[in-house]
């Protein structure tokens, strides 16, 4: 298969220097801000492990037993493949940041650990459960790509993430580093194209898409909530909140978390049409508080990763105690990330592995059943996303684990 290598540049004409604007990149051979797509698949799936074996549960409490997952509907786990993580430009592994599943696709970016800055997404194709390939990869050479989100049909993909803001042609005095970009898709290969805008604050931490318009998480000092136009990811609205760390959508509204050092965490409910935020002050601070602390909206329930306060739900419907599950922090690492779907919560604890609770029965607050998988001792699992039948668990720089439900 043809390997097509594509430099990108983000230099900007001098008369859009002056303002914070969306660009579309174009090939002018720069040696800065490049970005490379691969399309070549013998090399891209050297990177994939296929494994097929049965996933062991093991119990992390007295009160769980093999009945409680009997009431979740008796469903195992099969350990379809492992997929490393793609080298940066120094040969090092970057770590994967987010996962997105649609159909029969699964979307994962990565960036580099540390102060400089390099990322990558892959394109992983699940159609045949057994046998999963990767079909396309773009890297990035001088950002961080910490979300993303792709379009239903799959032809378009948004990220965000940040990068080193004196290597940027963007204005300094509007742009700290923090980047949204479009990318196009065509037969589950990343076109030649890219387009971005620039946000006005350090790093881009989250974002998902709803109707027309893009919301997008950004922090630390100067960052928010940002609601952004799709097509040309021009800035619609903000709520400008320091340090929000991530974001979905409900079913009328959009929900955010921030989580200030030393400060409670906090929910922020958003009404952008109305120019409308209320708060939802927690009762507890989180460590670490560069944690990643995902947030996912599902069934009525917000669910939230709090580091070393575990993952708690929250239904927030105007009624009594807004807390309808909570799991408290078990093993040695924290809640770095959740996910639910069906009758399960999963959880991605670092170095504990993978976490599944059954869902919590209504008025008790903590799941029935609660399982651990840990497949990796040195790996460390921040992230996680449940989708039909898969689940995929992202273990930083030893890249990812494809588990199917049945």
């Known amino acids: 298969m043809k390997t097509i290598k594509t430099i990108f540049n983000l230099t900007l004409m001098a008369a859009l220097l002056g303002f914070l604007g969306s660009c579309d990149i174009l090939n002018n051979g720069s040696e800065d801000n490049q970005i490379s797509v691969t399309d070549d698949l013998q090399k891209l799936n050297e990177r994939v492990s296929i494994v097929n074996e049965p996933v062991e549960l093991d119990t992390t409490s007295d009160q769980t037993s093999t009945a409680a997952m009997a009431k979740g509907n008796n469903h195992t786990f099969t350990h379809v493949a492992t997929v490393s993580s793609p080298l940066d430009g120094n040969g090092e592994p970057l770590s994967a940041t987010s996962i997105e599943i649609r159909a029969n696709k699964i979307y994962v970016s990565y960036h580099r650990n540390g102060n400089s800055y390099a990322g990558a997404i892959d394109i992983i194709d699940v159609k045949d459960e057994s046998n999963p390939k990767i079909t396309s990869l773009v890297e990035f050479t001088d950002t961080d790509i910490n979300a993303l989100e792709i379009e239903e049909d799959g032809k378009k993909l948004w990220y965000t993430g940040g990068r080193d803001v004196s ?191 059954t869902q919590a029965r209504s008025p008790n607050k903590e799941p029935e059943g609660i399982y651990s998988w840990d497949n990796d001792d040195e790996a460390s699992a921040n992230f996680v996303k449940a989708a039909g039948k898969f689940v995929i668990l992202a273990n930083g720089t030893d890249g990812l684990k494809i588990l199917k439900k049945e």
């Open 167 to 357: 290597k940027t042609d963007y204005n300094e005095e509007t742009h700290k580093g923090a980047v949204v970009g479009k990318l196009k898709i065509d037969k589950d290969v990343f076109e030649d194209y890219r387009k971005e805008t620039p946000l006005p604050s350090y790093s881009g931490n989250a974002l998902v898409d709803h109707s027309q318009q893009l919301y997008v998480a950004s922090g630390a000092t100067g960052g928010g909530f940002f609601e952004l136009n799709k097509d040309d990811l021009s800035i619609i609205n903000q709520f400008n909140v320091d340090f929000a760390k991530y974001i979905d959508w409900r079913k009328d509204d959009i929900i955010g978390l921030s989580l200030m050092n030393g400060e409670k965490a906090k929910f922020n409910i958003m009404d952008f049409k109305k120019d409308d935020m209320n708060g939802f002050e927690t009762n507890f601070t989180v460590t670490p508080a560069n944690g990643k602390n995902v947030i996912e909206h599902r069934a009525a329930i917000t669910y939230g990763a709090f580091g070393n306060q575990g993952v708690k739900g929250y239904k927030f419907d105007g009624g009594g105690d807004p807390l309808v599950y909570e799991f408290d922090p078990q093993g040695e690492d924290v809640a770095n990330a959740v996910s639910a779907h069906g009758n399960y919560v999963y959880i991605a604890h670092g170095t504990d592995g993978l976490i599944i609770t």
